[in-house]
Structure formats: C-alpha cells, structure tokens
C-alpha cells in the first residue's frame, strides 16, 4: 500500500498531511506533478507538461490496495476502477457509488461553459477542509493497518 497524490493541484497543507500520516503510519507517500511544479521531495515523480502526463503516470504506478489523492474526477473513475480508494484534498471520498454522477455532473458544466455559461468555481479553502481531509485519510489508513 502507498499514498499517491496528484500533486500538479495539491494544496500544501494536503501535502503535509499525507506525508504526516504516511510516517506515522509507515506507509510510504509518492507524489507525482509535471515540471512546473517545485516539488522537493524524495518520492516525488517528474513529469512532462504534456496534457494528462500526471494521470498516466498515476495509473501506471498505482496498485490495488493504494490511496491517490486528486481532485480529479476522470482520473479518479479510472483509479477506482483498479481498486485503488481515491480522496479529493477537501475530504471527500470518491466512490463506485457517486462517481458516475459527478462525471455526468462535470459533463454537462462543461456543455454549460461551452455555450457561453457561467459557474461558480469551488469556494475559498478553510482549515475545515484540511481537518476534513485528514479525518478521512486516517480512518483509511486505519483499516490498512495491522
């Protein structure tokens, strides 16, 4: 089992808790991101810039077992359909049961904004979201854990 952020979006604060947790739990953390990215880690992962690079390199190196942590909700379908259990940095849990809808969800924004549409983007990040997130990550690490 290891901890795999997509960390092209990560909030630093998100960083630092997998990396936190990680070591507590003796579960190794690897963060993947394209070069434009400052990213000083030993188990970081570099990247090309070219679109999607970070989601392959992702899906190449995670296994059954594993926990990504990405705001992303395609890679997110795509991860979970290797078993992998996937978190977006705010906290909440991508599963087989609401994927499906956010991807629909994210598909008809999408048709929205193409004809001109307007919507909201995602609201300022809170210290709520960073306790959120942690809460979430080590129940899963807990049932990990011998």
């Known amino acids: 089992m290891k901890i795999l952020v997509d960390a092209d979006a990560c909030p630093k604060k998100v ?5 936190r947790l990680g070591k507590k739990y003796s579960i190794p953390v690897w963060t993947v991101a394209s070069f434009n990215h400052n ?3 030993e188990n970081h992962i570099l ?11 992702l899906m190449n190196i995670s296994q059954p077992g594993d926990i990504a942590i990405t705001q992303d ?5 795509m991860l979970l359909g290797k078993y992998v ?7 909440q849990e991508f599963l087989k049961e609401n994927i499906d809808f956010l991807l629909e969800e ?21 210290d709520i979201n960073d306790e959120k997130f942690e809460l979430r990550l080590e129940k899963l690490l807990q049932k990990k854990s011998p």
Not at 15 to 19: A, F, K, S, V
Not at 51 to 56: A, G, I, K
Request: charged share 30%; aromatic share 6%; proline share 6%.
């Open 15 to 19: 960083l630092e808790i997998c990396i």
């Open 39 to 41: 990213i000083n880690f």
């Open 47 to 57: 990247v090309g810039n070219a679109p999607e690079e970070t989601d392959v390199k």
């Open 73 to 77: 909700w395609g890679l997110a379908a």
């Open 85 to 91: 259990r996937c978190l977006s940095p705010s906290g």
């Open 106 to 126: 994210r598909a008809l924004k999408a048709k929205y904004r193409r004809g001109g549409g307007r919507t909201k983007g995602p609201k300022k990040r809170a």
